[in-house]
């Protein structure tokens, strides 16, 4: 499996995927973010390049991953329809960004926010840009705060309203059509 994790942070995800031996790479903007996890990781599979440009081949991704990447871009539909060029058909791109259901925005506030997503605004994004959204949950429910039985329970919580919509992040994921314009 062919993994591209845009805005790879320290790595880690790129990390456990070539554990699990997958080809997998890390893609950064910031040129001192792609070397640090380069060193933490002990391996040359980060590059510099920008969410709406990545330096990889078209249709040869199995799978993108962005997480906390898409709330910071000013036009986000770029940023999808250029992750869904380098998936191959049938690829799948996962995104993880914060809930603007969330009760407490608070835990949010960066000034580099540009816009928080709701699970249907972010499925019409990917609708819009000719991608297939196959599913979308919350991830760690709001119980009044930031409990540990929260984060032990969220699998079980995340299922029942009030909190299956009200979790601090959302995972979306999306695929890419086999065809142009199919399914």
């Known amino acids: 499996m062919r993994i591209v994790d845009v ?11 070539t554990e699990l031996d997958c080809q997998a790479w890390g893609v950064d903007i910031r040129h001192e973010v792609a070397r640090s996890a380069q ?5 040359d599979r ?12 078209s249709d040869s991704v199995d799978l ?3 997480q906390h990447i898409v709330e910071h871009l000013r036009d986000p539909m770029e940023a999808i329809r250029e992750w869904k060029r380098v998936l191959r058909p049938g690829g799948k791109l996962a995104i993880v960004t914060p809930n603007h259901r969330y009760p407490d925005p608070s835990i949010y506030e960066d000034p580099d926010h540009v816009r928080i997503f709701d699970a249907q605004e972010l499925r019409r994004l990917l609708e819009a840009a000719a991608m297939r959204p196959i599913g979308s949950e919350t991830i760690f429910p709001y119980l009044g705060g930031h409990t540990v039985f929260g ?13 299956s919509s009200s979790g601090r992040s959302l995972l979306c994921v999306a ?9």
């Open 7 to 17: 805005g790879c942070g320290n790595g880690e995800a790129v990390r456990r995927a």
């Open 39 to 43: 060193s933490r990781c002990g391996t």
């Open 46 to 57: 980060f590059v510099v390049g920008a969410a709406t440009r990545l330096p990889v081949l």
């Open 64 to 66: 993108v991953v962005a």
């Open 151 to 163: 984060l032990r329970h969220y699998r079980i919580l995340s299922a029942l309203p009030p909190w």
């Open 175 to 183: 695929k890419k059509p086999l065809e142009e314009g199919g399914r």
